[in-house]
């Protein structure tokens, strides 16, 4: 049992800044994330081995401060009572007691079914940029990176500095809205110059706009050598071109990870097909104690994150007079975003692509066909299992909510996979 006055849920830029934040005010501050280093996604492997000095800066004042906990490795399963969590480590389950949440969950990637996305060697782009981050091996494979959004970019130049071979960057926004885009970074100074490394470092690379994956193919013709992805078919302006590959790195875009807010009751909001958690000016959620910042708010990025992680921790140490000064660039982050979303709204054409036999819940192996006859969430759940396996719904419920609009049901516990011995250590005496 572990007690903090206030408790982050999530070790990204958002977490750490809200840490950070709620730390200076003495209070005892817990930090929860379930991988085995602080980072999150975007400081993937560590805050300290990051270019990013934000990163660097905010994990040394972390560590120094004395009333900091990290617990690491660690996962929330359910709120048993009101202002607590059970929580499941490496090696057990403890109840985490708090006075003030900040959720800073962050997103997951939105994958979309189409024709042969299930074969080996098809892989999330921001999923392959990790495990090549994490030491998997990409030296030498051909790689087609695909779907929409600056991630495209970053993912690329992370896999060619391992060694990997980029085929393309296919990215399915046309050049007029990305010209338009990029003209707006001049409001932006610290993205023009992102954008223009990022431009260095895929010097050379095919970047193919108005264009988007129709099928992953396995073409060996051998019928009883395991299913791998060969080759792609994409579809570039009214041109249809094949490419040979090795591995396709395709998504498009993020979804906010608002499971632990729903099961909590905190209010959300869906637009666009991208749920978001509700929130007020000091980031605070309809429960008058829970917080939340970062992307589970709604995508916008890492520096939207950091300065609504900072506000929420400010807020929730009762420091709310100083982030009256942080406003201006919460709206200023905000805007950008807002134009992101503008410029990589997903082409009609990308919805239409699964067939009958396309599969679109991976974890149980429902097709589209099936799915299509149903008018719910619910009623898909009832009668072919969609949503019922370990992923509990995040790959599939993304794709759903765009391609029949439905809305996931109620979250339930446990929030996560969690270990037998967990819920048994747990339950009451």
């Given at each position: 049992m572990k007690r903090y006055d206030i408790l982050v849920v999530g070790a990204g830029p958002a977490g750490l800044a809200a840490a950070q934040a709620a730390a200076a005010s003495g209070r005892k501050v817990g930090i929860i994330d379930d991988n085995p280093q602080a980072g999150g996604q975007i400081w993937r492997g560590g805050p300290a081995s990051q270019s990013d000095a934000r990163a660097r800066a905010l994990w040394l004042s972390l560590q120094d401060a004395p009333?900091?906990?990290?617990?690491?490795?660690?996962?929330?399963?359910?709120?048993?009572?009101?202002?607590?969590?059970?929580?499941?480590?490496a090696s057990s389950a403890i109840t985490v007691h708090y006075e003030r949440l900040i959720l800073a969950t962050g997103a997951r990637e939105r994958l979309l079914p189409f024709p042969g996305w299930t074969l080996p060697g098809v892989t999330g782009a921001g999923g392959l940029q990790a495990l090549s981050k994490g030491g998997y091996p990409v030296a030498g494979k051909r790689v087609v990176v695909a779907g929409t959004g600056p991630l495209l970019l970053a993912v690329a130049a992370t896999l060619r500095a391992r060694g990997a071979q980029i085929i393309a960057i296919v990215e399915q926004a046309p050049l007029p809205a990305l010209a338009r885009f990029g003209a707006g970074l001049l409001a932006t100074p610290s993205k023009a110059a992102q954008a223009l490394q990022l431009a260095r470092h895929l010097r050379g690379i095919p970047y193919w706009s108005d264009s988007y994956v129709?099928?992953?193919?396995d073409t060996s013709g051998v019928a009883a050598a395991a299913p791998q992805l060969r080759a792609v078919r994409i579809q570039k302006g009214s041109s249809t071109i094949t490419l040979e590959c090795d591995y396709l790195a395709c998504g498009y875009g993020l979804l906010p990870n608002v499971?632990?807010?729903?099961?909590?009751?905190?209010?959300?909001?869906?637009?666009?097909?991208?749920?978001?958690?509700?929130?007020?000016?000091?980031?605070?959620?309809?429960?008058?104690?829970?917080?939340?910042?970062?992307?589970?708010?709604?995508?916008?990025?890492?520096?939207?994150?950091?300065?609504?992680?900072r506000i929420a921790g400010l807020a929730a140490s009762g420091a709310v007079a100083e982030t009256a000064t942080l406003f201006h660039q919460r709206t200023r982050w905000r805007k950008f975003a807002s134009r992101l979303e503008h410029t990589f709204a997903l082409r009609p054409e990308i919805l239409a692509l699964a067939e009958d036999n396309t599969i679109v819940c991976r974890c149980e192996d429902v097709c589209h066909g099936e799915l299509k006859t149903h008018s719910?969430?619910?009623?898909?759940?009832?009668?072919t299992r969609c949503g019922m396996g370990p992923c509990q719904g995040r790959i599939c419920g993304g794709a759903t909510e765009l391609l029949y609009g439905w809305r996931p049901a109620a979250v339930r516990s446990p929030i996560v996979p969690a270990r037998v011995a967990s819920m048994i250590e747990s339950a009451p005496d």
């Open positions: 009333n900091v906990e990290f617990l690491s490795q660690t996962r929330v399963l359910y709120a048993p009572a009101a202002q607590q969590l059970q929580v499941q480590t129709r099928a992953a193919l499971e632990l807010a729903q099961a909590l009751g905190a209010a959300t909001h869906s637009r666009k097909g991208q749920t978001a958690v509700t929130i007020d000016s000091w980031q605070q959620t309809r429960i008058s104690n829970v917080y939340c910042a970062g992307e589970g708010t709604g995508v916008g990025g890492v520096d939207l994150a950091l300065v609504e992680g719910s969430w619910r009623s898909a759940k009832l009668h």
